[in-house]
C-alpha cells in the first residue's frame, strides 16, 4: 500500500499497468530517468499552492486515527523536513513528505518515486511540486521551494521497483539555496540493515491530518527485499525520513531510506527501500544538477 493521499483514497505503490493508450517505455541504458519543469511551469506552481489551498487538501482528507505507535515529533525543530505538494496524475491536490539532504548544489530533497510519478506508467506524472520545509499547523516559517526536477530509478517508471526519489529545487523568492536557508541531512547508501530508526512525516491521520510532523521509531528488519519497522503511519507520510542515528536535541541522523509502503491499510509495518548503487546514482543525477 503506498503512502501518498489523493482525495479520500490512498495512491497505491504496487505495480499498476500503463494506460490502454500509452505503451511502456523501452528499456534504456540510463538507469535513471528525469522529469523537468520548464520556469513558468515552477512559477505557476508556486502560484497554486496559497494558504487557503492547503488548508483545504488537508480537511479533504481523512484516514482515520493517528494509531498508537505514531506519536508527534517533539524536539529540536526540523527545518529539513517538510510537506510537499503536488497535483498527481489524476489532477487531485495532493502532499507527501521530503528532506533536504547534503549536495553540491545545496538543492537536493529525498522522496519516494510514488511521490512523483506512477509506477510502471511512464506517461502518469505529478506537476505543480512545491517543498515546504518546516511546515506546522499552516505556517511556511522558511518558504516554499518549487521543484525543478525529479529524479527516479528507471525501474520504478517501467517496473515500480525501488521507490526512491531525489527532487532538485529552485532557490527562494530571495535567490538563496535551499540547505542555506534550512540546513540539511546526511545521506548514506548501502548501509546494513538494523539498528534504532526514527521515521517521520505528515500522515492524513486525525487530528493532525498533515498539519503536524509526525514519528514512529523501531529497529530496521529486513524482509521483502527492503526494511521495515514497526509503524501505523499512513496515506501523507510516503516519502518521509528514515533516520539512523538520530539526535532529538540536534534533529540530525542520517537519512538512510524513506517511507514507500506500508502492509496494510490498517498498518502495523512501515518499509523502506534498502538505498544501494541504483539509488546513489539518483541522488548523484539530484545533486550534480
Not at 483545504?56 to 529539513?80: F, H, W
Not at 517543498?131 to 516559517?141: A, D, Q, S, T
Request: charged share 20%; aromatic share 8%.
Amino acid at each position: 500500500m503506498g503512502l501518498a493521499v489523493a482525495g479520500t483514497v490512498l495512491a497505491l505503490a504496487a505495480p499498476l499497468p500503463a494506460a490502454a493508450a500509452a505503451p511502456k517505455a523501452p528499456a534504456a541504458a540510463d538507469p535513471v530517468s528525469v522529469l523537468s519543469y520548464t520556469a513558468d511551469e515552477r512559477k505557476a506552481a508556486l502560484a497554486y499552492w496559497t494558504p487557503a489551498r492547503i488548508k483545504a487538501v488537508g480537511k479533504s482528507v481523512d484516514l482515520g486515527p493517528t494509531g498508537p505507535k505514531t506519536k508527534p515529533y517533539r524536539g529540536a525543530t526540523l527545518k529539513t523536513v517538510g510537506r510537499l505538494f503536488f497535483v498527481n496524475a489524476n489532477g487531485d491536490d495532493t502532499w507527501c513528505t521530503a528532506t533536504a539532504v547534503k549536495s553540491a548544489n545545496k538543492s537536493a530533497v529525498m522522496t519516494a518515486a510514488h511521490c512523483v510519478r506512477r509506477g510502471s506508467s511512464p506517461y502518469n506524472t505529478n506537476m505543480d511540486m512545491v517543498f515546504v520545509p518546516g511546515y506546522h499547523k499552516g505556517k511556511r516559517p522558511y518558504g516554499a521551494f518549487a521543484v525543478r526536477s525529479a529524479v527516479t530509478p528507471r525501474t520504478w517508471e517501467n517496473d515500480s521497483v525501488n521507490d526512491m526519489s531525489a527532487l532538485v529545487v529552485d532557490a527562494d523568492k530571495k535567490g538563496r539555496k535551499l540547505t542555506d536557508v534550512v540546513g540539511s541531512q546526511a545521506i548514506a547508501f548501502n548501509r546494513t540493515v538494523g539498528g534504532t530508526i526514527s521515521a517521520l512525516g505528515y500522515p492524513a491521520t486525525r487530528p493532525q491530518r498533515g498539519e503536524e510532523l509526525l514519528r514512529c521509531v523501531g529497529t530496521a528488519k529486513k524482509e521483502h527485499g527492503a526494511q521495515f519497522i514497526p509503524c501505523d503511519m499512513t496515506g501523507g507520510a510516503s516519502g518521509g525520513p528514515w533516520f539512523a542515528d538520530f539526535n532529538i536535541t540536534t534533529g540530525k541522523g542520517t537519512l538512510v531510506s524513506v517511507n514507500s509502503t506500508m502492509d496494510s491499510f490498517t498498518p502495523t509495518k512501515m518499509y523502506g527501500e534498502i538505498l544501494g548503487a541504483t539509488a546513489k546514482k539518483v541522488y548523484d543525477r539530484a545533486q550534480r544538477a
